[in-house]
């Protein structure tokens, strides 16, 4: 007897969405609200989430809040050559679309607007 075959189309699973609106919004606000804010949180835990596969961010501050620890490693994924390379103020860790597109690239996600 032959197998049954699956009757309707198989759909590849989505990419996570970020959307780098809230993602700015995120790393502006977070670092000077009161500690533990989460500006997006389920946005800004994908991004922490591939700065710590990159080896930029320790896995004690993945934990949705855009502060301090995440803008220093978002600057040095700036400043890093998949990141683009950026230099002086342009390395900022306020994210950009090209240096965020490159992450989102690298770890299987979608970066709106």
Do not use: N
Not at 8 to 16: F, L
Not at 41 to 48: G, P, Q, T, Y
Not at 53 to 68: I, K, M, N, P, R
């Amino acid at each position: 007897s032959w197998p049954a075959f699956p009757t309707e189309p198989v759909t590849a699973p989505t990419k996570p969405k970020v959307s780098l609106a809230h993602i700015i919004a995120a790393a502006r606000r977070d670092p000077s609200a009161a500690q533990g804010a989460t500006t997006y949180k389920a946005e800004v835990l994908i991004v922490e989430r591939a700065l710590k596969a990159e080896g930029l961010l320790s896995s004690t501050y993945v934990d949705g809040s855009f502060g301090t620890k995440t803008i220093e490693a978002y600057a040095r994924w700036q400043r890093s050559p998949a990141g683009g390379g950026y230099v002086g103020s342009a390395a900022d860790g306020i994210p950009g679309s090209a240096s965020l597109k490159r992450l989102a690239a690298r770890h299987d996600f979608t970066v709106t607007a």
